[in-house]
């Protein structure tokens, strides 16, 4: 390192700049020194050329510095300006050449976190049935938190726009802090086809970051469904009732099912390899669920009954993912939990029972089925299994417990679950529609006709066993059923 304190010869002294450390040009300037007489000349060539040597240097580093800063400025201004191939940016909002956006990416769930809001982003879809089209990206929020939001298109014509977001937070939150939300975005009309959007606070800064989610649900659909039966699962979390896991989705393959889907959060592994193997036939579709890595979730359905900010780790959130996930996939989709099975009486599958549903309570209608407990933790005789058969298999044999809960008048419509055609729904929750699109209302349907068997703990402890009441319908399917849960239980490698 050069000091100030480095005599330099003389005949140096002239080359140097006039802020380099330790150079009295002007001093030799005025007193008019002869340097070549005072014998400098050998010396200041050797000098001379370490000098060049030092600014040489100096000037690569300053050099690489300016490369550096260049190369960062050309990845801010890419980020910002081609946040895909060949994109443009339309300058609707004054901070647009500052914001950082992050590229699209593939995944099952997205939760992305909204800056500056206590708002999670779940997924996004396009919204056919208002006028003018709308994106609506499904959330988790703060419901004290009213913030205003934007929503940046990343368009097919190849252009970035902007829009407000108008924030509408579901009816059903039992209680919790959070809830689930829509945020409606509005496309902006010269957005030829929206393919990603960010929603961020309208209070956005530069510093800030924020993520794109795909839009989904691009191609709108009136007939010819992958599916015509789909069934969403509840939250899945601890979960270890492998046994009667497989006897559900077996029976709803009886029933017609040929798509089901689970929001998972943790479960066994032997649980795993069972959703493995569905997973592989075709037959179900796992969805990443970790809400519980973002909020402190409830395992309960109220607050008194478990601690947290979040319903049941955000089940109607997940709910209404499936359900619009399913909009232009499936004819009907269907939503309970794992535990829970829709048994027509007359007829054997749903694809008997609906055409019966529809003529007797029109189309445009949910159809509700009355909730009836069988008791998990009673077993009386006139059972239809054999206790061993699935011995070492952890869970609930549905075949074992034939025995229901009376339905008392008071508790008649409660804890029902659904069978909709999707395109007629803008949100549900656990139990029924929220709001519609053109839906004439909901059926209750006669449990003559069909009714859900729900196998759980005893609801009504005050009841004695010769109370409650033998129910064989299940034994009707035992045979083929039994057969399928072997099969299944083997190739899994349960059994």
């Known amino acids: 390192m050069l000091s100030s304190n480095v005599r330099t010869p003389a005949c140096c002294l002239h080359s140097l700049p006039a802020w380099f450390p330790g150079t009295p040009v002007n001093a030799l300037k005025k007193n008019r020194l002869n340097i070549s007489a005072m014998g400098f000349q050998q010396p200041c060539l050797r000098k001379r050329k370490q000098l060049a040597i030092v600014v040489l240097l100096f000037a690569a580093i300053m050099f690489r510095f300016a490369e550096r800063y260049l190369t960062k400025a050309s990845q801010i201004a890419n980020s ?7 994109s443009t940016v339309t300058q609707l909002w004054p901070w647009t050449h500052n914001v950082t ?15 500056m809001t206590k708002t999670l982003l779940v997924s996004a879809y396009l919204e056919h049935r208002t006028n003018p089209k709308q994106v609506r990206v499904i959330a988790v929020v703060l419901r004290e938190e009213t913030p205003s939001y934007l929503c940046v298109f990343l368009c097919r014509n190849n252009q970035t726009l902007v829009s407000d977001g ?32 960010a929603v961020v606070s309208a209070a956005f800064k530069e510093e800030h970051q924020s993520e794109f989610l795909e839009v989904k649900n691009k191609n ?11 069934v969403c699962l509840s939250t899945m979390f601890d979960f270890n009732n492998v046994l009667q896991f497989v006897q559900s989705l077996e029976m709803l393959r009886f029933l017609g099912v040929s798509k089901v889907f689970v929001y998972k959060t943790s479960c066994s592994a032997k649980t795993q390899r069972v959703l493995n193997y569905y997973t592989r036939k075709g037959i179900l579709e796992v969805i990443p669920w970790s809400m519980s890595g973002f909020l402190n979730v409830s395992r309960g359905w109220l607050p008194s009954h478990g601690p947290g900010d979040l319903h ?4 109607i959130t997940a709910l209404n993912d499936c359900l619009y996930r399913n909009m232009y996939r499936s004819k009907y989709v269907a939503l309970h939990d794992v535990d829970e099975l829709i048994l027509p009486q007359t007829v054997k599958t749903w694809t008997e029972l609906l055409p019966l549903l529809e003529s007797k309570y029109t189309r445009n209608k949910c159809y509700m089925f009355e909730n009836n407990v069988f008791p998990n933790n009673v077993m009386l005789p006139r059972s239809g299994t054999d206790p061993a058969r699935w011995r070492g298999v952890p869970g609930v044999d549905v075949l074992a417990h034939l025995h229901q809960e009376p339905v008392s008048k008071e508790h ?7 069978i909709v055609n ?15 699109h053109g839906l004439d209302g909901c059926a209750w349907v006669d449990r003559n006709i069909a009714r859900m068997y729900h196998t759980r703990a005893q609801m009504r402890t005050d009841l004695t066993f010769d109370q409650l009441v033998y129910d064989g319908r299940l034994l009707s399917y035992s045979q083929a059923l039994i057969q399928a849960v072997n099969a299944t239980l083997r190739e899994s490698g349960i059994l």
């Not at 975005?185 to 990603?196: G, I, K, N």
């Not at 049941?312 to 089940?315: A, D, H, I, L, N």
């Not at 008649?412 to 659904?418: A, D, L, R, S």
């Open 80 to 86: 910002t300006t081609k946040l895909l191939p060949g």
């Open 101 to 115: 956006l992050k590229a699209p990416t593939k995944r099952a769930t997205s939760f992305i976190a909204v800056n």
């Open 166 to 197: 108008e924030l509408q937070i579901h009816g059903d939150h039992f209680g919790f802090r959070y809830g689930a939300a829509d945020i409606l975005c509005l496309v902006p009309a010269s957005c030829d086809a929206p393919l990603h959007v």
């Open 220 to 230: 709108k659909k009136t007939e010819s469904f992958n599916h015509t039966f789909t």
């Open 312 to 315: 049941y780790f955000g089940q």
């Open 412 to 418: 008649v419509y409660e804890k029902f679950k659904i």
């Open 422 to 436: 999707p395109r007629l729904v803008a949100s549900v929750s656990v139990h029924g529609v929220l709001q519609s």
